[in-house]
């Protein structure tokens, strides 16, 4: 099945002309046990084909277990975007970004690729004082039209700070996620597997959950 | 699971928001950027007014309609396409559209107004279209609060995925609660929808429903508890012709009870009717002469998406009026100055 249309594709190419460096997309699956591998994998072998500035790498959990692990991958399908150094930069998609959810996976891909836009200086000072390990996940389904908001500003916030890691999850694909995180409305954001809120909220709001876990002993 | 691609990239592609700089003051600040602020900022653009537009959710509550199919020229499309539409259309003509901000204040004390946003920055307007819309109203029962989240949920669109081969109810009788209804039971198992009153939904809708096989309709029956530990179990009603209190069960509440009027911001500046909507004469002009309010947020039955746009429009021409009758030129220019 082809999910990207004539319409699609122009709007990505046009989009991705603004990428200012390369960017790696790390896909991880696995043989068995996976519904949505093959989907996700033909998936992002259209997308690429839009820019010369993206590549797509294969892993498989298993085998290649040394990798998974640098950049914490530990369900498939599991994305990594990976700069031009291939460096991680703490940012994740579990799950077929598709549906609404494409919009903020092109927006991580331009981020990545420098094309971002900047954080309210506000934000970025209280952002700068986080220094202890900081986890979001933030758990979507495709048919949410608040939710790449949510993921956006998590993957901003992680970019941003070499501390924070930030992670979308398809909540009907991790099922029990979903189900041991209680989640019945998304977008719904869940910091250091402790803190959370539902709700696409201001930055200033991430900004409040993420500070409760730097006061915390570890 | 539906992965067909929703693209937006309005985010991408098209903004003049962040490359522009704000401007100081502006002919007309539109506060909204739903179909009735994106509407009145089309016209007021082509009438040569300096314009902007300022809102913290680009398409409003359209985003959250699946399906549209009754607004004139498009058969069937999806809300937020319609929602990416109406902002591309007012991009097009180079209004400046100042997203994801809220506007927390506003002075009109003087002719020329002063509009304050949770950013820092403010604007000054010679007039103020309201355009804020309405929010999801709530049910109002005991439990609703404390499950919300829990399996009470507000999207449809959004949540519906989560229930799964599940029981669900809809509360509800307007076309949201039966459209909810219709795309609930292609995810859950079961789909309840119960209104206290009877449809009010398009009889298209509900002839649409009635033909599905896994929705049980309730209709004057009222909800009294949604019942559950730390998640939704199911429902306590009562029927309004019988008085027999029985349990729907479910897993999920969609609560699609109607809306609320966002009006808080000019509470205290204009009038407001009982049940919280902005009062407006016939040409859309608020109580304060040079604020005018459109769409959802102002007084008048039938809450629509080209019933807003309309009303952005007349809105719009009607500040035009206003503007270009403002009596003393010189001292407002002096104002600004």
Excluded at chain 1, 133 to 155: R, Y
Excluded at chain 2, 197 to 219: C, E, G, P, T, W
Aim: hydrophobic share 40%.
């Amino acid at each position: 099945m082809k999910l990207l249309n004539e319409e699609v594709r122009a709007q990505l190419q046009q989009v991705f002309e603004n990428m200012k460096t390369d960017v790696t997309i790390a896909l991880f699956t696995k043989e068995s046990e996976c519904e949505t591998c093959k989907e996700t994998d033909s998936f992002l072998n259209e997308l690429i084909e839009t820019s010369d500035k993206l590549h797509l790498k294969h892993y498989d959990l298993d085998e290649n277990e040394d990798i998974a692990e640098k950049f914490q991958v530990n369900v498939v399908p599991a994305i990594v975007l990976l700069n031009h150094q291939e460096e991680y930069q703490r940012i994740k998609f579990n799950g077929i970004p598709a549906g609404h959810e494409i919009n903020s996976f092109v927006k991580g891909i331009l981020e990545v690729s420098g094309a971002g836009v900047p954080l309210p200086e506000a934000v970025a000072e209280r952002l700068s004082a986080i220094t202890k390990p900081v986890n979001i996940k933030v758990f979507v389904t495709l048919g949410c039209p608040h939710c790449p908001g949510a993921v956006e500003k998590a993957h901003k916030l992680a970019l941003m700070n070499p501390h924070v890691e930030a992670e979308m999850i398809e909540a009907q694909t991790f099922y029990d996620l979903s189900e041991k995180f209680n989640v019945s409305s998304v977008p719904k954001v869940v910091i250091n597997d402790q803190y959370e809120f539902v709700g696409n909220q201001s930055l200033e709001v991430f900004m409040e959950e993420i500070e409760k876990t730097q006061m915390t002993v570890q | 699971m539906d992965l067909q691609l929703d693209i937006g990239l309005m985010n991408h592609t098209k903004d003049n928001s962040s490359s522009q700089i704000l401007p100081d003051y502006v002919d007309v600040a539109i506060i909204g950027a739903g179909p009735a602020g994106l509407s009145a900022g089309i016209y007021a653009q082509r009438k040569g007014l300096k314009t902007i537009v300022i809102g913290n959710s680009t398409g409003g509550q359209v985003n959250d309609t699946s399906t549209v199919e009754n607004y004139p020229g498009f058969s069937s499309l999806s809300g937020e396409s319609l929602a990416h539409k109406f902002y591309d259309h007012a991009i097009s003509l180079d209004i400046p559209v100042i997203k994801e901000t809220k506007v927390v204040d506003i002075n009109v004390q003087n002719k020329v107004k002063l509009v304050k946003m949770d950013n820092g920055n403010s604007i000054r307007a010679k007039a103020i279209i309201i355009a804020t819309g309405s929010n999801h109203r709530i049910l109002g029962v005991k439990g609703e609060d404390r499950l919300a989240g829990r399996g009470v949920a507000y999207c449809a669109i959004c949540d519906g995925p989560l229930f799964q081969g599940r029981e669900v109810i809809v509360a509800g009788g307007g076309n949201a609660a039966v459209e909810a209804a219709i795309d609930l039971s292609k995810i859950a198992k079961k789909v309840s929808i119960v209104h206290r009153s009877i449809f009010r939904a398009d009889q298209i809708l509900i002839d649409h429903m009635k033909k599905l096989q896994n929705i049980d309709v309730y209709l004057k029956t009222q909800i009294l508890e949604v019942l559950g530990e730390n998640r939704v179990t199911g429902v306590r009603v009562k029927s309004k012709n019988t008085k027999v209190e029985q349990i729907i069960q479910a897993e999920g509440v969609f609560v699609e009870v109607g809306y609320t009027p966002n009006s808080s911001l000019v509470r205290d500046i204009v009038e407001i009717n009982g049940r919280g909507e902005i009062k407006i004469d016939s040409k859309m002009q608020t109580s304060v002469p040079g604020i005018f309010a459109a769409g959802d947020v102002v007084e008048g039955p039938y809450k629509q998406i080209v019933i807003a746009a309309g009303d952005g429009a007349k809105a719009a021409l009607s500040a035009n009026e206003y503007i270009n009758h403002l009596s003393n030129e010189e001292e407002l220019n002096n104002e600004i100055a």
